[in-house]
Nanobody, 117 residues
């Protein structure tokens, strides 16, 4: 089993920044992909950004140039630096870890990000 604990959410004004963190613990195997997804009220969960254990990244078009995903493999932690936040970025942000060989997914409980206009 893998446990994921997110932190760093909160309330910020439009144009501001936040940094989310997600620490993984348990039976973490490499290679894996860690990432962030978000779900706004009344909408489906969507991908924000992912990063492979080797470092390759992928971003949703809506966040390219504003968000940066990174990871510290020694700390089993993934980060999401969010700059130039917009009200439409308001959502619950979920951390995800997927084992590449088995495809098994693990999810955190989520952290709320609210961007006021």
């Amino acid at each position: 089993q893998v446990q994921l604990v997110e932190s760093g959410g909160g309330l910020v004004q439009a144009g501001g920044s936040l940094r989310l963190s997600c620490e993984a613990s348990g039976s973490i195997f490499s290679p894996n992909i860690m990432g962030w997804y978000r779900q706004a009220q009344g909408k489906q969960r969507e991908l924000v950004a992912t990063i492979v254990s080797g470092g390759g990244t992928n971003y949703a078009d809506s966040v390219k140039g504003r968000f940066t995903i990174s990871r510290d493999n020694a700390k089993n932690t993934v980060y999401l630096q969010m700059n130039s936040l917009k009200p439409e970025d308001t959502a619950v942000y979920y951390c995800n870890l997927r084992r590449l060989f088995s495809g098994v997914n693990y999810w955190g409980k989520g952290t709320l990000v609210t961007v006021s206009s």
